[in-house]
């Protein structure tokens, strides 16, 4: 059985005791009793949002091979609010002992890493992945890597753990690029969404070359056809990741923020909003792949109407994987602190999983997200059998 058709292992709802507002935590698969997957916030997020997310989770760590299972945790709150932290405060001391012993988290929509650590750091969690540093062999050693990890410094003033998600989305577009011979020079881009993970995926496509003709925030979309100056307008982004556009270039285009879906460019990265591709809207597609950054990007209609017209989505478990598979090969201290060793192992490892989903593709038009499927399946049996195997060894054989 693939995680696609399993049930969850959990569904918790909480309710605030202040706002009344709901919190969502769903468990899909447990590995060595651990799941990992950020926790998001969003006025209107639901029960069934986080289990879709969980599910993709499951999904994700089974693909690259992480020895942990799937979750997700989501609150219903919008996150510009002044009592959004504590409600995230509240949130997480409720679901203290899954966050002491059983559930990893990290940022996610509306909810940046600073912002989880700050709670962690208020509740004496020291830091959001603690149930897995808790069970490493030398916990203030582990705590130390993971640190210098995500505050390694990277080109543009960042820190390796703001970008890596967003590199490892620039590396599928690369592995595209390169499984259809494109030229990276030529090839054009489009992304809804300019925070962590657009801004992130913008920087390494730019940088390589790439020509990002089109970026979405959430008040609108900003056009250049022959192409955006990224590192300027991610200068000018707030901690929202919405651009001032006070201080736009007059030869960038204002668009309405709907209008990047149906920009003329090769490739179109959602990277903000679940379900951004659907049914009423997936005629503007104009892209020839879609690459999918945000989670469930795209409904399962929607996709299956842009495969009848030749359109493959590379899914979320495979394209956004990247800050989940190198969190873990932080805390499994098969990365360091020096951004060069994540990178070629993220961009390796991201190339490798979309040339062969294309693959398939290419030869039977087999969609990617059914070969990802696949690929989980076999590698969740595997890790579980190890798991079981191994009980007795109660680590995770963190070093
Ligand atoms: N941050 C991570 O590490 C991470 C990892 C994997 C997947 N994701 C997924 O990526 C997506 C984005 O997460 P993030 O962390 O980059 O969020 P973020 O809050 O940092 O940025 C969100 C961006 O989307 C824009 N936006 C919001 N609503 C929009 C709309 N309707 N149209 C266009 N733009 C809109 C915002 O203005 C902002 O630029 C989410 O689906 C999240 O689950 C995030």
Redesign the pocket.
Known sequence: MTAQNAEPLMRLTWTDPVTGTHGYLVVHTLVSGVATG?T?MRAGCTMGEVED?ARGMANKTATFNLPVGGAKGGIDFD?KDPGAFGVLERFCSFLRPWLESHWVT?????V??HLIDDVFAKLGLQQSYHAAIGRSADPERTLRRVQAGLNAPVAGGLLLGDVV?GYGVAQACQGVAAAWGWDDAETTVAI????????GAAWYLHEAGMRVVAV????GTLYRPEGLDIPALLDL?DN???IDRSRVPAEVQLLP??A?VGIEADIFVP????Y?IREDNVDAIAAKVVIE?????TTPQAEALLVTRGIPVIP?FVA??G??AWAWWLLLGEVGADPADSFLRLRTEMQAKVALLLTEWNVDRVPPRVTGWQLAANNHVVLTQAATEHAERPALLIP
Not at 192 to 199: A, E, S
Not at 271 to 274: D, F, P, T
């Open positions: 950020g998001r997310l996150p990290a940022e996610d929509l509306g940046p890493q998600g809804q969404g300019i925070g962590t993970m657009g801004g979405a925030d959430a008040a982004r929202f990741g919405e923020r709907d990047v990277a903000a909003i679940s951004a950054a945000a989670n469930a990007a979320d956004n994987a800050a989940a």
